[in-house]
């Protein structure tokens, strides 16, 4: 299995830290075949903030290396879009 994953946001809470739990949110390609041109997209603005996390929403972009064909993994929100990236 071939993957691409990159991190969106990484979870700070205080209660969480005390109990040594790391956690990160993000996109992710999965495929059964190669992947190449593998690209981490941020977006350029960030509608929502969440309070205790750090970081802000990415996209994920990865190819299909035997045919050519592209695919983007992205988490919007209510206000974001394409535009806000590309």
């Known amino acids: 299995m071939e993957w691409a994953y990159t991190v969106e946001f990484i979870e700070i809470e205080e209660r969480l830290m005390k109990n040594n739990y790391q956690c990160t949110i993000g996109n992710a390609v999965l495929s059964s075949r190669p ?19 750090v970081g802000g929403r990415v996209a994920i972009k990865a190819t299909l290396a035997d045919f050519g064909v592209t695919f983007i993994s992205s988490h919007l929100e209510s206000g974001t879009g394409a535009t806000d990236f590309l």
Do not use: A, P
């Open 35 to 53: 992947l190449s041109h593998i690209h981490q997209k941020t977006f350029k603005s960030q509608c929502c903030m969440f309070s205790g996390r």
